[in-house]
């Protein structure tokens, strides 16, 4: 013990609700050594947040800390310590960072004044000024005399987190607790971010408690491991452990129910169930209700937390009880997937898509210039197949999955689908071909009506299309609907609010199978989900298009999702697609400077400590840089790439980039 | 932003003219200028002849909107909606139905309504800020429930009791102030205090517990957790993080009322006998004065129009976020 700085000893925590009070954090015990990076893993609700919150003493009004729990930190319980006394630690010795940048920061306050608060807090300092712009210039905050006069909502995503970690490093803490500090950023962002926490802990040797659901960020950073699950610590062990033999069997479905290239011929294993919900009375071993080897011990008798390098709570590797578990039958629910079959034909094809945002100033509101969020934009979608449009985020994606589907009005281009050319269709023309189309979005629960029952949402579009003549014909369609996507029969007669975040995504791809399309445009389908629930949502996606050959524009940021899902890929950058191809040609043989940076940010569970980003930010589609858009940021910019921007070079029969390197 | 105010003012005509036009129809078409010059003269016992003549007199015998007797412009201005109605837009308030200058009245009289309105506002805006702080500072304590209570007794007891009660306990059994009335310069500050007193606390409930609301939602946002996180002591997150935002509500809110300060109270103006813009609009129908109170609800509009425009302008003065396009 005495090696750590940090240690939070059987730390109990909960909420009071009807049945009493709920233990959200049940027996958590974990050790911080200095200078290493802590990665605390789960699923969202595991507790992860509260834990950090615990040991900032900042826990919502609401929460009690409960039983014997105690946080050590230089000798003292933080949990006994009065506020007079925490207060100075926090910010000086642990400071924290979070998810959202943008409302982490005062809206309000500029960025100097929010920063000249640490410094004169913690260090004394009344002139702070030039201690702050050297703090930013750490960062890599360009322009730090400029910034200090902003507010938040002049700066980039990147730059608010940066600006985050610039005034947690300013008390120079010992501790740097990080919750989720990437998950509202684009990878190419989340790779710069994360590389600079690397960068200060190696050069201050502070420690940090970094808090995450993505095993793959976890590889990229971690020097041990946590994983949560339902308010237990169920396993833990230096990261190069866990990552060559984890061990629960819950971060064993965890690996299963990652998608990646190698997977593509098969379903993705998934945890059956939910996480069990704090409302509940827990069985013993928490994950029992999900468990592939539950037996009933495990219901009634808490696994232990062994004292070893490698701990795991599990009955499994208890040597009183390993022998119940002699054959592990796992009813292991993958299942191969049938082949792709010879050409498949053109569903629907845009050529050339503009899509001008006006940008309005002045007294007369005259337009004084253009958003060009679409500019020129071709695609082929083929019956039955997959289109990934990949890029980060503002660079035109969701405003091409719109155009496609005439959502906009100011849209140029010629778009086939079958025998029609939708931009000339009138809007009466259209109504019966929006049926064909649908759209699914990225957040499952702003998109439904919380005042409609599930069977009102999946007939309202039946209804508008005129599908089915009574409704005992409907009515069987939509049971059929809900055995399709996996949903109880039951559902039918209840609200969106009742169900959980992977149950309202599939409530929304039934009301989009509800009309028969033959196109979906799946706009981040799941990048509001946990990975188990991904893996469901992905294998349901996959089964419909074998089953219904549906086509699928995917529009993501999630290259693993892509390498798994999709055949071929567009990269889009400022409103073109600058790559184009099948996917193993993609992925495998990027030719374009900004492919091969994309892929390079993705962190990855194999290659762990290697990745690398793009420099700088995404420009503002209102003013793109002169030439080759990609310019500014790409390593191997020529003289000409300012000048013009490059023609399409080909490589294959499908795959072609526009990059002067291949003129 | 000079082209910003001028093109909400442009915008503003329109509404202005809709109300003009409203008025004028629900003053001269529902209730006719026989039935002006019946209530003016007394009910009973009126000849036609008076009628024409009260008529004559105060220049109601014009046509409505056309007046085909007349030549080239004059068919349109020589007319009542023109000559009562659209003037208004000039300011032009003429003479009220008894004979009375009412441009003048309205100048003289707004002095008196703004004594009690102005301070009313400031001093309800700081003690309802303070006592939101107080229970949000000490929130889901005890003492914030009882504040709460206390806001909800004090919402539901009706103004006029803290009229009467205010005049029965301040004024006439502990005779600290006058219980009524109104004077000129310095002497005024006696007639003030107590209907200024009653206005505050007859405000504290609804002002305290909207202010808290406000606390508390911002209370609520992420930016609070990492100033606390940084270190900072609650009073200086609540008086630095969470004033400053939840200002911008507050000081919007505050401002859009400001113009129509002007127009006093009607309550408390005519129980304290202030000679203010309230207690005329309250004379004006009771007298059935209808010109005077055209010209009320004309200016009215104008000002709440103006505290728009302000409220869009103080919202650029107070949140970085919003800039004037
Ligand atoms: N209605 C609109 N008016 C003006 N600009 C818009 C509008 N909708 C989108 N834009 C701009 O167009 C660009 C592309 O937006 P889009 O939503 O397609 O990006 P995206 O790649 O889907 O991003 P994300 O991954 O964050 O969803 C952005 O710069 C955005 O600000
Ligand atoms: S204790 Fe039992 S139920 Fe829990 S993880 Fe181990 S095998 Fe599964
Ligand atoms: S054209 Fe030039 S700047 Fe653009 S990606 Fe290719 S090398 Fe880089
Ligand atoms: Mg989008």
């Given at each position: 013990m005495s090696d750590s700085i940090l240690d939070i000893i059987d730390l109990k925590l909960g909420f009071e609700t009807s049945n009493g009070?709920?233990?959200?954090?049940?027996?958590l015990n974990l050790s911080i050594r200095p200078g290493e990076t802590y990665a605390l893993l789960g699923e969202s609700g595991c507790g992860k947040s509260l834990t950090a919150s615990a040991i900032m003493q900042l826990?919502?009004?609401?929460a009690w800390i409960m039983g014997d729990s105690e946080i050590l930190y230089e000798q003292r319980d933080l949990l006994q310590l009065p506020e007079a006394d925490m207060r100075p630690l926090r910010g000086k010795s642990i400071a924290m960072i979070f998810q959202e940048p943008m409302s982490s920061?005062?809206?309000?306050?500029t960025i100097g004044q929010q920063m000249s608060e640490v410094l004169r807090l913690?260090?004394?300092?009344?002139?702070p000024k030039a201690r702050m712009l050297e703090l930013m210039v750490k960062v890599g905050i360009p322009d730090a005399q400029r910034r200090?006069?902003?507010?938040?909502?002049?700066?980039s995503g990147g730059m608010r987190q940066r600006m985050m970690i610039a005034m947690a490093l300013a008390g120079e803490p010992d501790i740097l607790i990080a919750d989720e500090?990437?998950?509202?950023?684009d990878v190419t962002i989340q790779a710069q971010i994360l590389m600079l926490m690397q960068d200060l802990q190696r050069e201050k040797g502070m420690s940090i408690l970094l808090i995450t659901h993505d095993l793959a960020v976890v590889a990229q950073m971690a020097h041990r491991v946590g994983i949560m699950y339902a308010g237990h610590l169920v396993e833990e062990g230096s990261a190069d452990d866990f990552f060559k033999n984890p061990l629960h069997p819950y971060s064993q479905q965890l690996f299963k129910s990652l998608p990646n290239?190698?997977?593509?011929?098969e379903s993705l294993a998934t945890i059956k169930g939910?996480?069990?919900?704090?409302t509940e009375v827990f069985?013993?071993?928490?994950?029992a209700s999900r468990?592939?080897?539950?037996?009933?011990t495990c219901r009634n008798i808490l696994p232990k937390w062994p004292n070893?390098?490698?701990?795991v709570r599990c009955h499994i590797y208890d040597d009183h009880y390993k022998n119940l578990f002699m054959?592990?039958?796992?009813?292991?629910n993958q299942k191969a997937r049938n082949g792709l079959t010879n050409d498949p034909e053109n569903l629907l094809s845009a050529k050339d898509l503009k899509v001008y945002f006006p940008i309005k100033k002045g007294l007369l509101k005259?337009?004084?210039?253009?958003?060009?969020?679409?500019?020129g934009v071709s695609l082929h979608l083929k019956t039955g197949r997959t289109l990934a449009l990949v890029g980060e985020?503002?660079?035109g994606k969701t405003t091409v999955g719109k155009a496609i589907l005439q959502l906009l009005p100011n849209t140029e281009g010629n778009i086939q689908y079958q025998e029609y050319v939708l931009n000339d269709l009138s809007y009466n023309q259209l109504k019966p071909l929006r049926g064909d189309l649908q759209f699914i979005f990225q957040d499952p629960v702003t998109s439904?009506?919380?005042?409609?029952?599930v069977e009102a949402i999946i007939a309202e579009g039946m209804q508008a299309q005129r599908r089915y003549k009574n409704s005992p014909e409907r009515m069987i369609r939509i049971q059929q609907l809900l055995d399709q996507v996996g949903?109880?029969?039951?559902?039918?007669?209840?609200?969106?609010?009742?169900?959980?975040g992977g149950q309202r995504q599939r409530i929304c791809i039934a009301r989009a199978l509800a009309v028969d399309p033959k196109l979906i445009i799946c706009d981040?389908?799941?990048?509001?989900?946990?990975v188990s629930v991904q893996a469901q949502i992905l294998n349901l996606l996959r089964d419909l298009q074998d089953e219904l050959q549906l086509s699928y524009l995917f529009i993501t940021h999630n290259i693993s999702v892509v390498a798994y899902l999709a055949h071929e890929v567009a990269v889009m950058y400022l409103g073109r697609v600058v790559e184009q191809g099948p996917i193993s040609q993609v992925l495998e043989?990027?030719?374009?400077p900004y492919t091969q940076g994309l892929l390079a940010a993705v962190p990855s569970i194999e290659k762990r400590h290697a990745f690398q980003g793009i420099q700088g930010e995404l420009p503002s589609p209102a003013n793109p840089p002169q030439g080759c858009h990609f310019h500014p940021r790409?390593?191997?910019?020529?003289?000409q790439c300012r000048k013009k921007y490059p023609k399409s070079s080909g490589f294959s029969k499908e795959h072609w980039a526009k990059c002067f390197l291949y003129d | 932003m000079f082209a910003y105010v001028l093109r909400r003012m442009i915008y503003a005509i329109p509404v202005l003219i809709g109300v003009n036009i409203i008025t004028f129809l629900l003053f001269?078409?529902?209730?006719t200028p026989d039935d002006m010059a019946r209530a003016q003269l007394g009910?009973?016992?009126?000849t036609q002849q008076a009628i024409e003549r009260w008529k004559v007199d105060h220049g109601y015998?014009?046509?409505?909107?056309?007046?085909?007797?007349?030549?080239g412009m004059k068919k349109a201005t020589d007319t009542l909606f023109f000559q009562k109605s659209l003037k208004l837009f000039s300011?032009?308030?003429?003479?009220?139905?008894?004979?009375?200058d009412i441009g003048h009245d309205i100048k003289q009289r707004m002095w008196a309504s703004l004594a009690i309105a102005v301070p009313i506002m400031l001093i309800g805006i700081l003690i309802n800020i303070t006592f939101a702080m107080l229970m949000v500072f000490f929130r889901s304590t005890y003492l914030d429930i009882s504040g709460v209570v206390f806001c909800v007794i004090l919402m539901s007891v009706s103004s006029l009791f803290y009229i009467i009660g205010g005049q029965y306990l301040?004024?006439?059994?502990?005779?600290?102030?006058?219980i009524s009335g109104y004077a000129g310069g310095l002497d005024a500050i006696k007639f003030i205090i107590l209907p200024v007193v009653v206005g505050v606390i007859s405000g504290i409930g609804a002002g305290s517990r909207w202010y808290r609301s406000i606390f508390l939602e911002e209370m609520g946002k992420q930016y609070v957790i990492t100033a606390r996180a940084k270190g900072l002591s609650e009073i200086t997150v609540l008086f630095k993080h969470v004033l400053k935002n939840a200002s911008i509500p507050i000081i919007t809110g505050v401002v859009v009322i400001i113009p129509s300060?002007?127009?006093?109270s009607l309550l408390l103006e005519s129980f304290f006998g202030v000679p203010g813009l309230g207690s005329y609009v309250i004379d004006a129908i009771r007298q059935q004065d209808f010109a005077i109170v055209r010209a009320m609800v004309f200016l009215g509009t104008v000002l709440y129009i103006i505290g728009l425009i302000l409220t869009d302008l103080a919202y650029t003065w107070v949140d970085p976020r919003v800039r004037l396009n």
């Open positions: 009070v709920s233990p959200a954090v049940d027996g826990l919502p009004d609401d920061l005062n809206p309000v306050m913690h260090l004394g300092l009344s002139r200090l006069n902003e507010y938040p909502h002049q700066l500090p990437t998950t509202a950023l290239i190698h997977k593509r011929n939910i996480v069990p919900p704090l069985e013993k071993c928490r994950f468990c592939p080897y539950v037996k009933d070893a390098q490698h701990k054959q592990l039958d796992s009813d292991d005259r337009t004084i210039g253009h958003v060009k969020a679409v500019d985020s503002g660079c439904l009506n919380p005042r409609m029952m949903l109880p029969r039951d559902s039918l007669q209840r609200y969106p609010h009742e169900f959980s981040e389908p799941t990048s509001a989900l946990d043989g990027a030719k374009h790409c390593p191997h910019a020529m003289g | 001269f078409m529902v209730n009910d009973k016992y009126v015998n014009k046509p409505l909107f056309y007046n085909q007797t007349d030549e300011f032009d308030f003429g003479r009220s139905d008894s004979g009375r301040i004024g006439k059994l502990l005779r600290l102030v006058p300060l002007f127009m006093g």
